[in-house]
């Protein structure tokens, strides 16, 4: 007996030996290695892949912990980097250059943490020039803050200080998408002009001497042609534009005072307009789709495709160049995205009832041969039985009777929860279950029959196909198709010629169901009701016992079986990234004239009523300037705003003085100061005075709180001035600016001249 104690002992250490090397072989037992795995799961993961790394370099041949190893790696870089750039999309930058720096800690080569790292000092850098185009902006540059803000999107179209600022820049500007003459200040005095049938040639020249301007005309322009233009209080750059509009011309700037004025005709265009290329890459939209947006509406002179860089090369004007980025960043936009947060829940429930006695059922008897007789007949007559041809070997009846009174419940509860991120309007696939195979059997006939099975293979499980469409207000229109398919049983077909068997195909049941829902970012939906209920019930008693009403419950056993499964889908999106809803003046901006895209639009302020009253004349149509203008007298007389263009002799010549009524707190303005109906060589001298506790000379001169201003045909300034003020006053209230001791002298007799003053003006600060 102890023997055999022994030998159990011995068989059982031999079992747990063999179950240790099993398990030395199969896994490891590596301390370093079970503490990296937990510090990663904690979040140290610096330590924890230096436990690891620590791990390899003991087991250098375990291909579990070198497997462990590069799969906790990735993981590990991926996390941070996906901490990183969350941190520079929210404008954290600092902690997202430290979350890049953990990266290139750990792996000094790695390229996505050094882009990561480039990506935040270009960020940096496009914030402190968007600080710098604020400051411009504060000071009213819009068109420094334009220029500083156009180089930032040059780099990154999508950088969102930018396309912020951007935007409230050209809520401030009336014309933000072409360009201005960008001249000297003399292009914004505002001044009247009243000719009629006068010389272009004359109009010109009076313009270019009031205003200090230079004309260059081209050879094939006609300077005897003439003109007529009534307006009064507008700029010499509105004026300037309406006359080159009217008479078909343009100009090209050639330097700060200085326009060259051509025909505007295809042929001058080529010779003279200057053209650009720019470089549009295109990082969203597909570059041939944006190329004929651009073509169509834009009217583009040339474009070169590039595809494989997904870019386009744009030769035009700087008008048009201008169009083209708004274009394009309007357009150019990330495709929206959606994370679809799927929950899918097989609830199954059985319930096995048994109750009842099992009696005895059947009898069998066995029956035995006579003598040399041969086997024993598969049927016997009655009256061969207890004969010599078949003796009644033994009766049997079983003596057993069984009561069953058992109930069996069974819960399973099968989930899924994928989450699957999709783009717009693409379709999003979920399959969950197995591939059930399909065997065809295909012969082929002969002396020797060849049959061959070829597997078709069916999705069996649950299925779910999902298509969002992302609106701009946060909601997700989704057409769900939900289908829930199993096996049922197997039907056998036909056999074929020469098979030995016939083919066997699976019953499939299955549970669809398919709509069309709208659901806000967040909110959860559920489908539920696709419910399969089965009932199963068995009597089984004595027969004849059956029927009876009493003893049916006695003598006879009962088998229920009940099973019910449901399917119910939980479907929560939550949108990823949306389209921007574009401002009024970003959907809605200038676009030029059907012939030149992005030209600038001619408009002239609003005149006084009555203003351009036409008095009659009594000259034909090739009246000269001087006398063309005397037509205006009754019309100037009536007027409190004089014509700087009239240089016909008055009786006493006139200072007038021009300043707003209101001015801000820390604002600009500008005072105008002309001397009217002077003869041509005569100068004058005049004292402007203001407070200088208020106000501000922006001339660079002292801050005495006078100037002294010399007017006149050969001075440079002409007839006219422009003096610029800046409010330094802490608090609202009145301040005045006069002209006192005006002298003015004829050149030709050296006689001198009497010049009225004008009425002190008063500016109120608020």
Do not use: W
């Given at each position: 007996m102890r023997s055999w104690k022994t030998i159990v002992?011995?068989?059982?250490?031999?079992?747990?030996?063999?179950?240790?090397?099993?398990?030395?072989?199969?896994?490891?037992?590596?301390?370093?290695?079970?503490?990296?795995?937990?510090?990663?799961?904690?979040?140290?993961?610096?330590?924890?892949?230096?436990?690891?790394?620590?791990?390899?370099?003991?087991?250098?041949?375990?291909?579990?912990?070198?497997?462990?190893?590069?799969?906790?790696?990735?993981?590990?870089?991926?996390?941070?980097?996906?901490?990183?750039?969350?941190?520079?999309?929210?404008?954290?930058?600092?902690?997202?250059?430290?979350?890049?720096?953990?990266?290139?800690?750990?792996?000094?080569?790695?390229?996505?943490?050094?882009?990561?790292?480039?990506?935040?000092?270009?960020?940096?850098?496009?914030?402190?020039?968007?600080?710098?185009?604020?400051?411009?902006?504060?000071?009213?540059?819009?068109?420094?803050?334009?220029?500083?803000?156009?180089?930032?999107?040059?780099?990154?179209?999508?950088?969102?200080?930018?396309?912020?600022?951007?935007?409230?820049i050209n809520a401030n500007l009336s014309r933000p998408e072409v360009t201005d003459l960008a001249?000297?200040?003399a292009f914004k005095k505002s001044v009247s002009m009243e000719f009629k049938d006068a010389?272009?040639?004359?109009?010109?020249?009076?313009?270019?001497?009031?205003?200090?301007?230079?004309?260059?005309?081209?050879?094939?322009?006609?300077?005897?042609?003439?003109?007529?233009?009534?307006?009064?209080?507008?700029?010499?750059?509105?004026?300037?534009?309406?006359?080159?509009?009217?008479?078909?011309?343009?100009?090209?700037?050639?330097?700060?005072?200085?326009?060259?004025?051509?025909?505007?005709?295809?042929?001058k265009l080529k010779d003279y307009q200057e053209l650009v290329v720019r470089s549009f890459q295109v990082a969203y939209t597909d570059v041939k789709q944006m190329v004929a947006m651009v073509r169509g509406i834009v009217k583009a002179k040339d474009i070169y495709v590039?595809?494989?860089?997904?870019?386009?090369?744009?030769?035009?004007?700087?008008?048009?160049?201008?169009?083209?980025?708004?274009l394009v960043s309007l357009n150019d936009l990330a495709e929206p995205e959606v994370m679809l947060d799927v929950a899918v829940l097989e609830i199954t429930r059985n319930n096995l009832f048994t109750l009842g006695p099992k009696l005895p059922q059947s009898v069998t008897f066995s029956g035995l041969t006579a003598a040399g007789a041969g086997a024993i007949p598969g049927t016997a007559n009655l009256n061969q039985i207890g004969s010599g041809a078949l003796g009644l070997k033994s009766f049997t009846i079983s003596n057993q009777a069984v009561i069953d009174f058992a109930q069996s419940l069974t819960n399973a509860d099968i989930l899924a929860n994928p989450r699957i991120r999709v783009s717009n309007r693409e379709k999003a696939k979920i399959h969950i279950g197995t591939k059930q195979p399909v065997f065809t059997a295909n012969v082929q006939p002969g002396i020797n029959s060849i049959v061959t099975s070829t597997p078709t293979f069916i999705d069996i499980g649950i299925k779910l196909d999902v298509e969002p469409r992302i609106g701009l207000n946060d909601d997700v229109t989704m057409k769900v198709t939900l289908e829930v398919s199993n096996i049922t049983g197997f039907e056998t077909g036909p056999s074929a010629a020469g098979a030995s068997s016939a083919p066997r195909a699976p019953v499939v049941g299955n549970r669809s169901a398919e709509t069309l829902l709208t659901l806000k970012d967040g909110e959860t939906q559920v489908i539920a009701g696709l419910i399969q209920n089965d009932e199963r019930r068995d009597v089984s008693g004595l027969a004849g016992l059956l029927n009876i009403p009493i003893l049916d419950r006695l003598t006879s056993g009962q088998r229920v079986d009940r099973k019910k499964t449901e399917v119910v889908l939980l479907i929560t999106p939550r949108i990823i990234r949306n389209i921007p809803k574009p401002a009024n003046m970003e959907s809605e901006y200038h676009f030029g004239t059907a012939s030149e895209a992005g030209k600038l639009p001619v408009v002239i302020q609003k005149t006084a009523a009555q203003s351009l009253a036409i008095a009659p004349t009594g000259t034909g149509s090739g009246a000269a300037a001087g006398r063309g203008l005397n037509a205006f007298a009754a019309a100037r007389e009536e007027s409190d705003i004089p014509n700087p263009f009239a240089n016909v002799a008055a009786t006493t010549p006139t200072l007038t003085m021009q300043a707003p009524t209101t001015v801000g707190l820390d604002k600009e303005f500008s005072v105008n100061v002309r001397l009217v109906g002077a003869k041509p060589m005569v100068n004058s001298e005049l004292q402007l005075n203001y407070e200088a506790s208020v106000l501000e000379a922006l001339d660079g001169g002292d801050k005495s709180g006078t100037r002294t201003i010399?007017?006149?045909?050969?001075?440079?300034?002409?007839?006219?001035?422009?003096?610029?003020?800046?409010?330094?006053?802490?608090?609202?209230?009145?301040?005045?600016?006069?002209?006192?001791?005006?002298?003015?002298?004829?050149?030709?007799?050296?006689?001198s001249v009497d010049v009225a003053l004008p009425a002190t003006a008063t500016v109120n600060i608020k």
């Open positions: 002992l011995i068989i059982l250490s031999i079992s747990i030996a063999g179950c240790a090397i099993n398990n030395r072989t199969f896994g490891t037992r590596n301390t370093a290695f079970d503490d990296g795995q937990k510090l990663i799961a904690q979040g140290q993961f610096e330590n924890g892949l230096a436990k690891l790394e620590q791990a390899q370099r003991e087991e250098p041949d375990n291909k579990e912990i070198r497997t462990m190893l590069i799969r906790l790696r990735e993981d590990v870089i991926s996390k941070i980097l996906l901490e990183a750039d969350g941190f520079r999309f929210s404008g954290d930058l600092d902690q997202a250059e430290q979350q890049y720096q953990r990266v290139l800690n750990l792996y000094p080569f790695h390229e996505r943490a050094k882009e990561g790292i480039d990506a935040v000092k270009l960020e940096r850098r496009h914030i402190a020039a968007v600080d710098a185009a604020r400051a411009l902006l504060v000071r009213n540059d819009f068109k420094g803050a334009e220029t500083m803000v156009r180089a930032i999107l040059q780099e990154n179209p999508q950088q969102s200080h930018a396309r912020q600022l951007i935007a409230q001249l000297e200040s010389d272009l040639k004359s109009v010109f020249e009076i313009m270019s001497r009031t205003a200090g301007i230079n004309f260059v005309f081209d050879k094939d322009i006609r300077q005897d042609g003439k003109i007529s233009i009534f307006v009064r209080d507008n700029t010499i750059e509105d004026i300037l534009k309406l006359i080159l509009t009217t008479n078909q011309l343009a100009y090209k700037v050639l330097n700060s005072n200085s326009l060259l004025i051509y025909p505007n005709t295809p042929a590039n595809e494989q860089l997904n870019l386009f090369i744009m030769r035009d004007t700087l008008e048009a160049i201008r169009l083209t980025e708004r010399k007017l006149g045909r050969d001075q440079t300034t002409g007839l006219a001035t422009q003096v610029r003020f800046k409010v330094i006053a802490a608090n609202p209230g009145i301040t005045e600016i006069s002209i006192q001791n005006v002298t003015a002298e004829d050149l030709e007799t050296g006689e």
